[in-house]
């Protein structure tokens, strides 16, 4: 069977380097094409260090492009979430300093170059960031649409309300506008918000498992999630939920969740709705918007995947 070609579209973040590492591990069924990152979680300069500090953590992708996308929102103010990520993103863990000069193609020209040539055997965009990057593609380039399989997101909510307002999810709220004009672009799409990623909380117990596996990558994964469980426990005395894997997840094993078809569209006007997403459930939807997930079978998954790295 032909592997499944993605790129990660991300603002590495805690979460994300933890998605990026199950995605690596994966390499008998995901194929990663390369990584763009985007403002969000910190700024722009330090995402795409840390994209590039998890690859080379992951091992055997010395060459595997990282591209920075955009450094701001499409329309609003940028905002970020050190508070959750620490001031470097990544939680203020010692890790290495990146490898290699960083390349001066932008991360939204690479999502045009490699989808054009993606047509024939369309590729899986998986965001985890805000979409920026990806609405300014789809409006410089709509023909990359044939290129794309599906899109992958993690954000929004709905029955769960927000983690940054009490409406709005933070990668939607990052930047609304960009959401929306994705979201009504018709490409295929799926959702992992905040309604189902609530579901999928990291228990400490479940971080020891990681780190029993051993790997040097294994090791580091663990020392995300329990980064992950101090600043969430802090802030709200409870276990981190495991926002941006729940996407690779997803794909490895759609058998775990389940979901809607729904039309979705974001709140852009000021006032305190802004960034919520509306999703609108109804047969004809382009977008799964999941709604449950088998938590021990994810989380088995996440222990089995990450457990392919070598000792």
């Known amino acids: 069977m032909r592997k499944r070609q993605i790129i990660i579209d991300c603002d590495p973040g805690l979460d994300d380097a933890v998605a990026l590492l199950l995605a690596f591990a994966a390499t008998d069924r995901i194929d990663v094409l390369g990584i763009t990152t985007v403002a969000g979680n910190v700024r722009g300069e330090l995402t795409h260090r840390n994209a590039r500090i998890i690859r080379d953590v992951a091992g055997n992708h010395p060459d595997l492009p990282v591209r920075a996308g955009a450094p701001r929102p499409l329309v609003r103010d940028p905002v970020t979430a050190e508070d959750f990520h620490g001031t470097t993103g990544?939680?203020?863990?010692?890790?290495?300093?990146?490898?290699?000069?960083?390349?001066r193609q932008h991360g939204v020209n690479f999502l045009i170059q490699t989808l054009r040539t993606a047509k024939?055997?369309?590729?899986?965009?998986?965001?985890?960031?805000p979409l920026t990057n990806v609405a300014l593609a789809l409006s410089m380039a709509p023909d990359i649409a044939e290129g794309l399989s599906e899109?992958?997101?993690?954000?929004?909510?709905?029955?769960?309300?927000?983690?940054?307002?009490?409406h709005a999810e933070f990668n939607i709220f990052a930047d609304p506008h960009a959401a929306q004009a994705v979201f009504r672009s018709g490409v295929p799409m799926r959702v992992l918000s905040l309604d189902v990623t609530h579901q999928l909380l990291t228990q400490d117990e479940m971080v020891e498992r990681v780190r029993a596996l051993g790997s040097r990558q294994a090791v580091i994964a663990a020392d995300l999630l329990a980064a992950s469980n101090r600043l969430e426990e802090s802030a709200k005395a409870?276990?981190?939920?495991?926002?941006?894997?729940?996407?690779?997840?997803?794909?490895?094993?759609?058998?775990?969740?389940?979901?809607?078809?729904?039309?979705?569209?974001v709140v852009t006007e000021e006032g305190e709705r802004f960034g919520k997403t509306i999703p609108e459930f109804r047969e004809d939807g382009h977008v799964e918007w999941y709604t449950t997930v088998d938590a021990d079978g994810a989380f088995a998954e996440l222990i089995g995947q990450l457990g392919r790295y070598p000792l």
């Open 120 to 129: 024939g055997f369309p590729a899986t965009l998986v965001v985890t960031g």
């Open 238 to 265: 409870r276990n981190a939920p495991l926002h941006d894997p729940s996407t690779i997840l997803a794909l490895l094993r759609p058998d775990l969740f389940a979901g809607l078809k729904a039309r979705v569209s």
């Open 90 to 103: 990544l939680g203020g863990l010692d890790l290495p300093k990146p490898k290699g000069r960083a390349s």
């Open 151 to 166: 899109i992958v997101i993690m954000g929004g909510a709905d029955t769960e309300g927000g983690n940054i307002t009490p």
